[in-house]
Structure formats: C-alpha cells, structure tokens
C-alpha cells in the first residue's frame, strides 16, 4: 500500500467521522482566515484539508464523506503507484505546495472546506501525466476515463452544494492541478523533497517490471515471474498436439496411406 497514501486518507477518516459523530464541532475544523490569522488557530490549514463532510450535516447527504475519502484513496494511490513510487516524500511535499496555493487562491472567495479542491487537484495531475486511460473503482464495477475525473468531480461537487457559489471553489482545484502538472513535466527538480520529509517517507526500491505482451497494469498470473513463463505453462497444460506429422511418427498406417 502507498505510503503517503495511506497516510492521507487514514487522516482524513479519522478527522471526518468524529465530526459526522458530532464528537468533533465542525466549526474548529474548517478554514477561517481570520481566525488563523489573529487567533493562531493553526490547524485549521490542516483540518481543512482533512475534513469531507458538509459544513452542516443537516443540509447535505454526510454520508458522501466517507464516498469522497474513497474516491481520494483510489485517485491518490493510483498517481503515487504509477509517478511516485519510489520517491513518497516528493507527493508529499508538493502536496504541501499545491495545498498553499489552494489556500491562496480560497481567502478572496471564504471557501470553509477545501478537501474537495485537493482531491480534483489530484484528478487533474493524475489525468495530465498518467498513460492508463481507465480509473476503475469497486474492484472493476465503474469505470471512467481518465480525463473525465476532474470534471466529473467538479460537477458532484456543485450538485451536493447545489449553490453556484461553488464553481469558483472547484475550479481552483483544476487550476492548481493542471499547474501543478506543467511545473512537475518542465522543473521537476525544483520539487523535490527536503531531507526532513524523506526520513518520514523514506525512499522505495523499483519494483520489478514484467516483460511480455501481456497488460501493463496487472502482473502476470499463475505465479509466472514473466509472461513467457505464462505462456509455456499454458502450452504444457494443453498437451500435444496430434497432427497429421504426429501420427506418421506413430507409424499409423491409416494416415500414411
């Protein structure tokens, strides 16, 4: 499982359900410039992030947290399985990066909840680099193309707020995104990770690529290392093949006549 991944969604379960439980008042949680800025109230450029219910449980479904914190592990996997694999601490700290220009960009609008502009972030870097053209989710029961992720997001987002008000919000999350994608493809270097978050996300080994024709996205089964040893189990399961050459060798007089 992806390190900072599991990190990230593990964080924003436990901020959300205690909030949903009404353990936590949703209050403390959302992001207030002011309140940051004269009451040092810090984490809240944290807990925004974290946080993936409704500013007020009684006007929306709650229930879709626990979908958007779904939604976000799969996306995020996928971009750190696919671009960072062996380097979890770099999507740490970008995040770090993109999530201070979310902020950024929400003070002039006074946007409470900012999770969702970091998950369609997500969705748009994923789309802008990634060579797969389907996310699937629910072990294969959806299914969308790559590109349509973002925007499907965006649009899930306006309905559940069902406030025009929200377009700006989510589209910061796209603008962010898709600059966060031309930053990584022309200055990469420039985003490395300090050495302090790579003793929190240490550095992964390559995992081994598989040879073959077969899918890029699934390893070869049957416990084969390559997919020729795939097929060469799969011939020896077969068995022989009788030809016409196999029965003369026989000395079947019938198909020598």
């Known amino acids: 499982m992806p390190q900072f991944s599991r990190a990230l969604c593990l964080a924003a379960f436990c901020t959300t359900i205690p909030a949903l439980w009404y353990l936590v008042p949703i209050r403390s949680l959302v992001f207030d410039h002011e309140l940051v800025r004269h009451r040092y109230e810090a984490w809240r450029l944290f807990s ?16 879709l947290a626990l979908f958007y ?6 996306v995020a996997s996928t ?3 696919d671009h960072y694999t062996t380097r979890p601490a770099d999507l740490a700290w970008q995040t770090l990066i993109a999530g201070s220009a979310i902020i ?25 680099l990634s060579a797969r053209s389907h996310l699937t989710f629910a072990q294969g029961f959806l299914s969308l193309p790559v590109h349509t992720v973002a925007p499907a997001l965006v649009i899930a987002q306006i309905m559940v707020a069902q406030e025009l008000s929200a377009v700006l919000p989510t589209l910061s999350g796209l603008l962010v995104g898709y600059a966060w994608a031309w930053l990584l493809q022309r200055r990469p270097k420039a985003l490395a990770a300090p050495s302090v978050l790579q003793t ?14 077969g899918p890029k996205d699934a390893p070869p089964r049957f416990g084969a290392r390559t997919w020729d040893d795939v097929n060469l189990a799969a011939n020896a399961r077969a068995g022989p093949r009788f030809t016409r050459t196999n029965f003369r060798d026989l000395g079947c007089g019938s198909c020598q006549r």
């Open 69 to 74: 914190i779904y939604v976000q592990w799969q």
């Open 104 to 128: 950024m960009l929400n003070i002039p609008l006074h946007t409470p909840i900012l999770f969702p502009q970091l998950l369609i972030a997500y969705a748009a870097l994923l789309a802008s």
């Open 200 to 213: 929190v996300f240490p550095d992964q080994p390559e995992k081994q690529r598989f040879s073959g024709n």
């Open 79 to 81: 971009l750190e399985n």
């Open 48 to 63: 925004s992030f974290l946080y993936a219910g409704p500013e007020f449980l009684w006007r929306r479904c709650s229930y």
